[in-house]
């Protein structure tokens, strides 16, 4: 009897054991992807800070250059301007359903990548 028992404390321990052991490698692989997803959106989204402060500062350079040719800086801002609306029209109209597919499919791609 003592035999038994002694055997059952045994794979009890060993049983405990393994739980413990898999709940803290969950834990581990969990930190591990999280830190790798935000580590990339992170970076992309600086990429994106980064083009974007460049693209404001063309357009304002733009601005001011076609501004100086027109003989008046709003006029100059205002085609800028213009030009911005016209391609967010055309790129909503055509490209809306493109875009959303794509970066749904990216965030998927992203969440359940091994």
């Known amino acids: 009897m003592e035999v038994r028992e002694s055997s059952f404390k045994s794979l009890l321990d060993s049983t405990e054991d393994y739980i413990k052991t898999s709940v803290e490698?969950?834990?581990?692989?969990?930190?591990?992807?999280?830190?790798?997803?935000?580590?990339?959106?992170?970076?992309?989204?600086?990429?994106?800070?980064?083009?974007?402060?460049?693209?404001?500062?063309?357009?304002?350079?733009?601005?001011?250059?076609?501004?100086d040719l027109l003989g008046n800086f709003w006029y100059g801002f205002l085609v800028v301007a213009g030009f911005y609306g016209l391609i967010g029209i055309v790129l909503y109209y055509f490209t809306h359903n493109w875009f959303t597919k794509v970066i749904g499919n990216s965030i998927i791609k992203q969440a359940f990548k091994e």
């Not at 591990?32 to 357009?59: C, Q």
């Open 25 to 67: 490698l969950f834990k581990l692989k969990t930190i591990d992807k999280a830190t790798e997803k935000v580590s990339v959106v992170l970076s992309r989204v600086m990429a994106i800070f980064v083009f974007f402060m460049f693209l404001l500062m063309a357009s304002i350079a733009l601005g001011f250059w076609l501004g």
